[in-house]
């Protein structure tokens, strides 16, 4: 993908200086130049090897749940291997320059944490948080994901502990719920912010692509950051068409931090 690197518009780097509370909600886009893949983009996306709605759903694991299980895992590893880019530090520097920052995102990686950033909302679950598919109970991973598990390769999930079910991911799948807790705490963040940095996400799974919209009722300043164009572009006040990584660290030059 041509990396355009988008001037920064000052109205924006204002917005970001004088900014008493900032919504920061970020998807794949955020961890793709960690090397992760990200859902959509037609090269590397994972539903172009993959049918990723297929698997990312309760009626997969229940299917084959050892062909879900591997796909998470080898995701895990892809994770493991990962270190978080220029786009997580700069948020997480971001969190330490201004009054009140939430901290929203759709990605089940733990680069936004591993880059510094605390108390982040995860409204799709974690790869990091298995949990018992039918007591519920917490798992923990009995090993380091599979040095390199071939993509696809099926692994049996491990059995809880408590009533011997299989463990799944401790990820938000198609046709479930989002953790209530995390729904509230983002909803309320995107209602109270008065600018909102919407960050590598293609804005199309609800109800996350809700809080955009939820920010632009409550009057706050929205921005987009994305090098290809989404359903948001028609509503944000500012759509930087640039990658994160790049853009992200000159917003916050731009803003004086
Ligand atoms: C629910 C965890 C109901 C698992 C995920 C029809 C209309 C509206 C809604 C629906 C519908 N049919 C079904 C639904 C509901 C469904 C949904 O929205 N489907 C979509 C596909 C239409 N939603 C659900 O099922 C949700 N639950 O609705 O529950 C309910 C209600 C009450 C009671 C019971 C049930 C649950 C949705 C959560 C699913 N889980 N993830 C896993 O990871 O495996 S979603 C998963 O996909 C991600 O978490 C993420 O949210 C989404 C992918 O989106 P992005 O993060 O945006 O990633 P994507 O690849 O799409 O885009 C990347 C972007 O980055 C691109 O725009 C690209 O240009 C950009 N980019 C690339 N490089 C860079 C970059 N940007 C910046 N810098 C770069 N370098
Ligand atoms: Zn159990």
Do not use: K
């Not at 200086?17 to 920061?24: F, L, N, T, Y």
């Not at 909600?25 to 539903?47: H, Q």
């Not at 919407?198 to 994305?226: D, F, K, M």
């Amino acid at each position: 993908m041509a990396t355009v690197t988008p001037p920064i518009p000052p109205a924006l780097a204002q917005a970001l200086a004088q900014a008493r509370r900032v919504a920061v909600f970020t998807g794949a886009g955020v961890s793709a130049e960690s090397g992760i893949s990200t859902f959509r983009d037609p090269l590397s996306g994972l539903w172009s090897r993959f049918d990723a709605r297929a698997l990312a759903t309760p009626e997969a694991f229940a299917a084959q749940p050892d062909l879900v299980w591997g796909w998470y895992e080898w995701r895990r590893a892809q994770v493991a291997r990962a270190v978080p880019n220029a786009a997580h530090r700069a948020i997480a520097a971001l969190a330490r320059l201004v009054p009140g920052l939430a901290l929203i995102t759709q990605n089940v990686d733990n680069l936004h944490e591993r880059a510094g950033s605390e108390g982040v909302i995860h409204l799709h679950g974690s790869l990091h948080a298995p949990r018992c598919s039918a007591c519920g109970q917490a798992a923990s991973f009995t090993a380091a994901p599979a040095d390199e598990p071939a993509e696809g390769r099926a692994i049996a999930p491990p059995a809880c502990g408590h009533c011997g079910a299989p463990i799944r991911p401790g990820v938000v799948w198609f046709g479930e719920s989002l953790p209530a807790q995390a729904w509230q705490t983002a909803l309320a963040a995107a209602g109270d912010c008065d600018l909102f940095l919407s960050i590598g996400t293609s804005a199309l799974v609800y109800p996350a692509a809700e809080l955009p919209l939820r920010a632009l009722r409550a009057g706050a300043t929205v921005a987009q950051v994305n090098p290809a164009a989404t359903p948001l572009d028609a509503r944000a006040h500012f759509n930087l068409r640039g990658a994160a990584a790049d853009v992200m660290p000159r917003l916050l030059a731009a803003a004086g931090f």
